[in-house]
């Protein structure tokens, strides 16, 4: 643990929105992070079916490297990000960003467990995943022996808010909750239900979805964390404006 002060910047589930991406990183001109982290579904999808398919493969990962790329250009910061369900679950090694997915990892003196890809809904998508998987896999790299500053996740916990579709249904995962309670990280990170952005406290965890980029809901959004001794302050720079979205005296 770390207990200077810094800044943490998430922008979430660009879906290769590149305008979009821009004007975010315009708005956070005046910011000066330690880290930006990415929650995921970067670039463009895949094509359906075909996603091993040597041009289909090579254009999602161009897709992908671009949106890294510009995002790593506009800040003086380690980029890392996990991939969404839309991103392939085998990105290139070569990317300009780091892939946290499955990985614990200290950045900018912060400790971060990532976890990408999404479920258990299938909807056909790149990088998909059923409960016992995920269940398994968490179990496997995150053990509960050490505390970690941040859970970034693609996918939500089930049932808390912040995986609400604009249809109603709970779209987060069981696993991903179950893990969150045993990690009990000091800032859940995660995107994939766009409509369902913004902040809630869980069991005592401050949790974010940041991942609002992308159709539908598409909103020029990220959120901006300022660290001391875990999440102090949290405000949404979102279409121009800045929105306080939580503050610990
Ligand atoms: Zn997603």
């Known amino acids: 643990m770390n207990d200077d002060r810094k800044t943490v910047v998430l922008i979430g589930d660009v879906h290769a929105e590149w305008e ?3 004007r975010t990183l315009d708005s956070l001109a005046t910011v000066d992070p330690d ?6 579904d970067i670039g463009r999808d895949p094509p359906w079916q075909r996603a091993q398919r040597r041009a289909g493969r090579r254009a999602h990962d161009d897709s992908v490297r671009r949106v890294l790329a510009q995002v790593v250009a506009a800040v003086d910061a380690p980029v890392a990000f996990v991939p969404g369900n839309h991103d392939l679950h085998d990105p290139p090694r070569d990317l300009p960003a780091v ?3 499955g990985k614990l990892v ?3 003196g912060l400790s971060i467990a990532g976890f990408g ?8 998508y ?6 016992a998987e995920a269940e398994a896999r968490l179990e496997s790299l995150f053990d509960d022996s050490g505390a970690q500053d941040i859970f970034l996740s693609h996918t939500p916990p ?10 109603g249904i709970d779209a987060g995962s069981r696993s991903v909750a179950e893990r969150l309670s045993v990690l009990r990280p000091r800032l859940f990170v995660c995107g994939h239900i766009h409509e369902a952005w913004g902040w809630r406290e869980i069991d005592g965890i401050p949790c974010i979805n940041a991942g609002a980029m992308g159709p539908p809901a598409g909103q020029d959004l990220a959120v901006v964390v300022e660290w001391e001794n875990g999440p102090r302050k949290l405000t949404a720079f979102r279409d121009g ?3 306080p979205l939580r503050e610990v005296s």
């Open 117 to 124: 890809g999404a479920g258990p809904r299938a909807f056909g």
């Open 99 to 101: 892939n946290l997915d």
């Open 20 to 22: 979009r991406l821009q």
């Open 241 to 243: 404006r800045q929105e």
């Open 106 to 108: 200290q950045l900018a």
């Open 35 to 40: 880290l930006v982290l990415l929650t995921g």
């Open 126 to 131: 790149a990088y998909e995943w059923n409960e």
């Open 158 to 167: 089930l049932g808390c808010g912040l995986d609400r579709t604009h249809g």
